[in-house]
């Protein structure tokens, strides 16, 4: 089984818990991603995504200029880098997020998406295909 270790972004968007919501979203368009950190005191206490702007903001009729700190979610495991991809993909299915924050030796490192996950996956495919074919062909 994979770790994640490899997929992790490791360039953290980290930002205050007191940006506002509208900046928040303005930074991952331009960023073209789908979360950010969110800071308090220099230390990540949460994440804040695509989703929550939506769902917490927008579609309950909040202010854009509502903190960040206040949209996040904090209910949200923290993995290890060396987390394996098929517990990570159930963890996103559990708590319904598309991204979780990842930690390395208990500090946040980086983030990990769906889409790394996905990616991973489909390259651990790949290589036991390419394995087999090798192994069919007598190489």
Not at 6 to 16: N, Y
Not at 71 to 78: G, S, Y
Not at 96 to 123: A, K, P, W
């Amino acid at each position: 089984m994979a770790t994640i270790e490899k997929h992790v972004t490791r360039a953290v968007i980290a930002l205050e818990e007191s940006t506002p919501c509208s900046e928040a979203a303005r930074i991952m368009a331009d960023k073209k991603v789908g979360s950010v950190a969110v800071r308090r005191g220099g230390r990540v206490v949460g994440l804040v995504t695509e989703r929550d702007l939506v769902g917490r903001v927008l579609a309950r009729g909040a202010a854009s200029a509502l903190p960040i700190g206040e949209a996040m979610r904090t209910d949200l495991p923290v993995v290890d880098h060396r987390t394996g991809e098929r517990e990570v993909a159930e963890l996103m299915k559990t708590h319904f997020t598309r991204h979780l924050l990842v930690s390395e030796r208990g500090e946040v490192q980086g983030v990990i998406s769906m889409r790394d996950v996905i990616q991973l996956m489909l390259d651990e495919k790949q290589y036991l295909i390419d394995q087999l074919q090798t192994y069919i062909d007598g190489r």
